[in-house]
């Protein structure tokens, strides 16, 4: 019988950096994005993750530059409003194509299962956290200056985390 897991987004965050100027990293995240789990059993041995980010909710803390981030030279958020992931496998590491800028790719994550407990409401929730890195230039978001003393203002590596809660439907 399979089970159905709804994202608890309150208690879930999904996050990113990327190097800057070749001398520290800028932190983002994603402000509404929405997932669901269903698995066979509590172990989640192979379990289906379906997860949607909405690209316009890119928050760095600079309007600047999340601005910049939802237009045509990065995220493309009025042609490309989600940013997509299916898993085919999820064990210690989670495996799916993840879909951004409007190209596919198969992604692959590590995972760390936190377990399952009960809330004080008597809702069943499970957590996860993930992390991994993907090459933006891969989804063609190619965007870039070079600097006067070498290097280019953003890495092509991408950090990608997560912590996530789901609630047992």
């Keep these: 019988m399979t089970t159905k897991w709804n994202?608890?987004?309150?208690?879930?965050?999904i996050t990113f950096k990327v190097r800057h100027m070749m001398i520290s990293n800028v932190k983002g995240n994603f402000n509404n994005f929405a997932a669901t789990l269903?698995?066979?059993?509590?172990?989640?041995?192979?379990?289906?993750?379906?997860?949607?980010?909405?690209?316009?909710?890119?928050?760095t803390n600079s309007v600047d530059r999340?601005?910049?981030?939802?237009?045509?030279?990065?995220f493309n958020a009025e042609?490309?409003?989600?940013?997509?992931?299916?898993s085919d496998?999820?064990?210690?590491?989670?495996?799916?194509?993840?879909?951004?800028?409007?190209v596919t790719i198969p992604v692959k994550l590590d995972v760390d299962f936190g377990g399952i407990n009960i809330d004080p409401w008597g809702n069943t929730k499970a957590?996860?956290?993930?992390?991994?890195?993907i090459n933006r230039k891969d989804f063609g978001l190619n965007w870039n200056t070079?600097?006067?003393?070498?290097?280019?203002?953003?890495?092509?590596?991408?950090?990608?985390?997560?912590?996530?809660q789901f609630i047992k439907a």
């Design 7 to 13: 994202l608890d987004p309150t208690h879930s965050e």
């Design 38 to 59: 269903e698995t066979e059993d509590d172990t989640f041995k192979n379990a289906n993750v379906k997860a949607t980010i909405q690209t316009d909710s890119v928050n």
């Design 66 to 74: 999340d601005t910049h981030l939802k237009s045509a030279d990065f």
């Design 79 to 86: 042609e490309n409003p989600e940013i997509t992931f299916e």
């Design 89 to 102: 496998s999820l064990n210690d590491e989670i495996t799916g194509n993840l879909t951004l800028n409007g």
């Design 127 to 133: 957590g996860f956290s993930f992390e991994g890195k």
């Design 146 to 164: 070079a600097l006067e003393t070498g290097g280019v203002m953003v890495s092509d590596e991408v950090k990608i985390a997560g912590e996530l």
